[in-house]
Structure formats: C-alpha cells, structure tokens
C-alpha cells in the first residue's frame, strides 16, 4: 500500500471516529432522535483534506459506527437514510475544494470563509433532506394531524440547521486560522 493512500484511510478512521465521539457530546437532543452536536465537522475537515472521496468516507464510516453502536434501525433503507447515507452526503461538502484551495493559495481569507460555508451548507442540506425522507417514510406516526412532510421538516430542522450553521462557523474558524490543515503532507 502505498503512503498516500495508507495516510488517507489512517485519516478516515481517526476522523470517523472522532465524529462518533463528537455525535455523542450533544448540545441539544430531540425527544424521537436527533440532537445538535460537531459530529459533522471531522466529515467536513476530510473532505476539504482529500476531497469529496475522502469526506464521504469518513461520512460513511460514521455512519456506520453510528448505526451499529447505539442507532435506532427499523428497516434497512431506514438505516440508509438516517446513518449510513446521511453522514455520506455530508463529505460532498468536498465540492468546493477547489474553490477552497484556490483562495487558500491567494491568500483570501473572505473567498476561503465562503468556500466552506457553501460546502458545508451543502452537505448539511444533503444530511438533512436524507432525514427529512427517513421520517416521512419511517417515522409518520409521529405527525398526528399535520401534513407528515412539514412535521419531517420541522422536526429535523429543529436540530439540522443549528447543527449547519455550528459546523460551517467552526470549519470557517478552524480553516482560516490554520489552512495549513487541507494540505496533505
């Protein structure tokens, strides 16, 4: 094996686990599941060091870990939603890479920030829309008399979109104060 590619998947799983670990140290939990934590930003960090292959990895990986070590699984494409592809489509926060190199190498900070607030946004869209699906599809019940797509909706944005904008202000500080982070050595 080669050292990049062995340097990667050491990164993986460090920073798979440490989103585990940052999923479990909650700001806010919700009573049905959800809670708003850091546990997106590891994912975040993978996909602006690697690329969107490298943060969705690391995505999956959570995913994983998340779903066999104390997840609420009901059905298989359940568990898709809500863990394995959830966490995966946050590591697409990799598309503006190269958006975010780019700055990073001119050396703007504002063009850097904005970067990876789209990313992240983007990915954290993705998580969200995932869940939103799940619990529209698995978890209906819940809705009593309103439409069951506003109650997936609201329910999941009560704890997602604190979750974007926590993510995406820490990977902004983190990446600006230290860009040296998204190069690989």
């Known amino acids: 094996m080669d050292r990049k590619r062995l340097q990667l998947l050491l990164e993986v799983a460090i920073l798979g686990a440490l989103s585990f670990v940052l999923d479990n140290l909650t700001l806010f939990k919700m009573p049905q599941g959800g809670s708003v934590t850091l ?8 996909a602006y060091r690697w ?3 490298g943060g969705m990895l690391t995505g999956l ?21 809500d863990y394995f592809g959830a966490y995966t489509f946050v590591g697409l ?6 958006w975010l190199n780019k700055s990073r190498k001119a050396g703007k ?3 850097m920030a904005a970067a990876i607030i789209v990313g992240t946004v983007l990915g954290g869209l993705l998580r969200y829309m995932a869940h939103v699906i799940g619990g529209v599809v698995f978890f209906s019940e819940y809705a009593g008399d309103q439409p069951v797509w506003i109650y ?12 974007i904008i926590i993510c995406a202000a820490a990977a902004v500080l983190l990446f600006t104060t230290a860009p040296r982070l998204i190069q690989r050595t």
């Open 51 to 53: 690329g969107i292959v």
């Open 152 to 163: 997936s909706l609201v329910y999941n944005g009560w704890y997602m979109i604190p979750s």
């Open 39 to 46: 546990s997106m930003l590891p994912v975040i960090i993978m």
């Open 109 to 111: 900070k504002g063009s």
């Open 61 to 81: 990986l959570t995913g994983i870990l998340q779903a066999i070590i104390g997840g609420y699984v009901i059905h298989p494409v359940q568990a898709f939603l």
């Open 93 to 98: 926060a990799g598309v503006t890479f190269g």
